[in-house]
């Protein structure tokens, strides 16, 4: 069974840094994309960055330069570092492994609430 | 940045058979497949329709999906007060490189 655990969100002030991360289990982890999507309180799903199983990286415009993600094979673990925090990042973050090559969301985590606020 | 578009809302009694459809453009869902998303309140979004109109196991054949040119829908049939959710496609985008949502639709049963 496909197990997408994410962790690491909390309360960060703007401008500031963050790190989330999605442990997964039950598939090999190198052979799929995965990605991030958010979700702002009370609005709809936002992709934000997807890592390829080859290592390719995308980012959406609004988190380009200024979010990382990558991903540890070798510990089933994909991540994504915020910087440059802005209020319009508070989300909860969900990890969501593709179906295959560009069809996103076969599985998807439980998600990371990410609130930045001073 | 929603770029996908959807109807803010649908609405069926309990049996009926209701469509959301999801309007797109020759660089994601004209040249992409498209997949859909069903989020019950307060949880993550689960996989109902992935490649145009291939389903998930365990998810009801109830519901189908479609794409003709760059729009795609989706097919409610024999609704259920348990299908009150949002709904979302998604698809690549070509010019993007990245993926792009739909709007969202609301489904009420009355």
């Known amino acids: 069974e496909v197990q997408l655990l994410e962790s690491g969100g909390g309360l960060v002030q703007p401008g500031g840094s963050l790190r989330i991360s999605c442990a997964a289990s039950?598939?090999?982890?190198?052979?799929?994309?995965m990605s991030w999507v958010r979700q702002a309180p009370g609005k709809g799903l936002e992709w934000v960055s997807a890592?390829?199983?080859?290592?390719?990286?995308y980012y959406a415009d609004s988190v380009k330069g200024r979010f990382t993600i990558s991903r540890d094979n070798s510990k089933n673990t994909l991540s994504l570092q915020m910087s440059s925090l802005r209020a319009e990042d508070t989300a909860v973050y969900y990890c969501?492994?593709?179906?295959?090559?560009?069809?996103?969301?076969?599985?998807w985590g439980q998600g990371t609430l990410v609130t930045v606020s001073s | 940045q929603s770029v996908l578009t959807q109807p803010p809302s649908a609405s069926g009694t309990p049996g009926q058979r209701v469509t959301i459809s999801c309007s797109g453009s020759s660089s994601n869902i004209g040249s992409n497949t498209v997949n859909w998303y069903q989020q019950l309140p307060g949880t993550a979004p689960k996989p109902l329709i992935y490649?145009?109109?291939q389903r998930p196991s365990g998810v009801p054949d109830r519901f189908s999906g479609s794409k003709s040119g760059t729009s795609a829908s989706l097919a409610i049939s024999g609704l259920q007060s348990e299908d009150e959710a949002d709904f979302y496609c998604?698809?690549?985008?070509?010019?993007?490189?990245?993926?792009?949502f739909g709007t969202g639709t609301k489904v009420t049963v009355l």
């Open positions: 998604a698809a690549w985008d070509d010019s993007l490189s990245g993926y792009v």
């Open positions: 969501a492994k593709n179906f295959a090559s560009r069809s996103m969301g076969g599985s």
């Open positions: 039950g598939f090999t982890f190198s052979s799929y994309a």
């Open positions: 490649s145009n109109n």
């Open positions: 890592s390829g199983g080859g290592g390719s990286t």
